[in-house]
């Protein structure tokens, strides 16, 4: 887990982030009809990776897009919570793409689960995001 400040106009947040790597598949369950994976998650937003495009004639996909719905994965759990997505960075890495979204809309339910699981991952890391240096 690792803590990082975003800017949010004037307001700055502190999030901490919990490594995941995870695999989600495309389809339309996940939301996008390429497959990408999770390289960390916290309450507000996910990074993720996935094989940039080649063909940009053959349509954009759902993360080519601002806003998409996609796939949140809680791997110990074994499911999938959904979420409206929207785009914030992109970076390039040869034939990767590394993308940042930040979470717009998420059901009560959802959001419950994803503050449930995110603050039990907080305990297993006994408190290791607040250690001071």
């Known amino acids: 887990m690792s803590a990082i400040s975003i800017s949010e106009g004037s307001e700055r947040r502190d999030d901490a982030r919990h490594v995941i790597g995870s695999f989600v598949a495309p389809g339309a369950e ?3 009809l390429e497959g990408f ?3 960390d ?5 996910m ?3 996935r094989v ?7 349509g954009e996909q759902g993360l080519d897009h601002r806003f998409s719905w996609l796939a ?3 791997p110990e759990r074994g499911r999938n919570l959904c979420a409206l997505a929207e785009v914030v960075h992109r970076r390039k890495y040869g034939p990767l793409e590394w993308v940042g979204v930040r979470f717009e809309q998420m059901s009560a339910a959802d959001r419950a ?5 995110l603050s039990e991952r907080d305990e297993l890391s006994f408190g290791a995001g607040r ?3």
């Open 30 to 32: 996940a939301g996008a």
């Open 37 to 39: 994976m999770v390289v």
């Open 41 to 45: 998650l916290s309450r507000h937003g």
């Open 47 to 49: 990074s993720l990776l």
């Open 52 to 58: 940039r495009p080649k063909d940009r004639q053959a």
């Open 72 to 74: 949140v994965p809680l």
């Open 113 to 117: 689960l994803l503050d449930d699981y």
């Open 131 to 133: 250690v001071r240096l």
